[in-house]
């Protein structure tokens, strides 16, 4: 499991490009749909946990898993194999980095694959939200948050937090829509 | 101590930063300003490549101004003192989770977050489309990126085998000629 658990995170920190959340959408493909590892609300709750808590949201979330599925020692070996491929090749090209971004004939390779990120991540997204948020509720949460993100300057920890307390603040008034399960 | 002070420095920012590397922008920009360790500017590339290497956005942050201040050991430093606090935090975190299995206010909290993190997820997909955009020098430009964007949103919904990786790398070559 633990060699698994390394070829696994491996790939996902050498392949993943534009971050911790691009990560999910690959994370979410790996544990779930191939591996089968883990179900989509346990998938759901590491998403949540790893926004929630403190430091880079690949880190957690390869912290979480590992710990899901070998205990510490698990979670120590997935969050080293996510690191292990960007350090090695940032570290190598952190003196020619600079220089490509100027680079005309690059310009293009990095203004697609930034394109296509973004297309990968808000794909994901609207799939995990039919997926996963299946009250009107929900979704009229969803919608709240975003717009705070949007059209307000408040931090992004802000909406979580507020996502929270609006969750305990609907159990205190009896009307949550079911368990986590029928969210 | 150099080292020491990367080490102080990226464990401060790995324990305080809530949303994940692009919410810790403005913190590195201040740690970085403070230690006099390179310019606004300097930073703003970094920033910028980081979001295009492989690997989450704050390592690959880390691990360039650590590389940059001190070389391979201060890469390495940074990265580690960066990843610390949230390895530490989460195996904490799980096990009074996994305690709290079946909790009505557990699950209460569960449903917030989680429309909540949704929407962080898709504002972090808008936010790098728009970024992009903005950086665009014309609307043919723009143009071009939508379709690039349409032909990636197809191949997820009829061809979800092709691994989002791939989309990525081949969008890359197109992208050479494209723009």
């Given amino acids: 499991m633990l060699v698994k658990l390394f070829l696994t995170f491996f790939r996902l920190g050498l392949l993943t490009i534009g971050g911790g959340y691009a990560m999910l959408a690959q994370l979410e493909q790996e544990l779930i749909t191939h591996h089968e590892w883990l179900t989509r609300d346990e998938f759901l709750e590491i998403t949540a946990i790893a926004q929630i808590t403190p ?44 220089q ?39 979704r009229l949460l969803f919608l709240a948050g975003l717009a705070t993100l949007m059209f307000t300057s408040l931090h992004p920890l802000f909406v979580i937090v507020a996502g929270a307390g609006t969750g305990l603040l609907l159990n205190m008034m009896h009307c949550l829509p079911g368990g986590s399960s029928r969210t | 101590m150099i080292y020491l002070e990367l080490a102080l420095t990226f464990l401060r920012i790995g324990l305080f930063s809530f949303g994940g590397g692009v919410a810790m922008i403005p913190m590195f920009l201040t740690e970085i300003e403070k230690h006099d360790w390179m310019t606004q500017s300097e930073f703003m590339n970094i920033v910028a490549v980081s979001e295009m290497t492989p690997g989450p956005i704050a390592i690959n942050m880390a691990t360039y101004v650590g590389s940059h201040v001190a070389g391979w050991p ?3 430093v940074s990265t580690v003192a960066l990843s610390t606090p949230s390895i530490l935090v989460i195996l904490a975190l799980a096990t009074l989770l996994t305690r709290l299995k079946s909790n009505p206010w557990k699950e209460a909290v569960i449903f917030g977050v989680k429309s909540a993190a949704m929407a962080l997820i898709f504002y972090a997909g ?21 379709i690039l964007v349409a032909i990636c949103f ?11 990786a791939f989309l990525i790398i081949a969008s890359a070559i197109v992208g050479v000629f494209l723009f």
Avoid: C, E
């Fill in chain 2, 154 to 164: 197809l191949f997820r919904i009829y061809l979800p085998r092709v691994q989002p």
């Fill in chain 2, 74 to 76: 201060g890469a390495v």
């Fill in chain 2, 126 to 146: 808008w936010l790098i489309l728009s970024n992009t955009v903005h950086q665009s020098d014309s609307t043919v430009q723009t143009v071009k990126g939508m």
């Fill in chain 1, 55 to 98: 430091g880079p949201i690949a880190i957690n979330a390869a912290t979480f898993v590992g710990m899901r599925m070998a205990g510490t020692a698990g979670s120590l070996v997935a969050s080293f194999a996510v690191v292990l491929p960007p350090l090695i090749i940032v570290g190598f090209l952190a003196g020619h980095l600079a």
């Fill in chain 1, 100 to 138: 490509w971004v100027d680079d005309p004939a690059l310009h293009g390779a990095f203004i697609a694959s930034r394109y296509a990120a973004a297309a990968l991540i808000l794909h994901a997204s609207i799939r995990m939200l039919r997926q996963g948020v299946t009250s009107n509720l929900g």
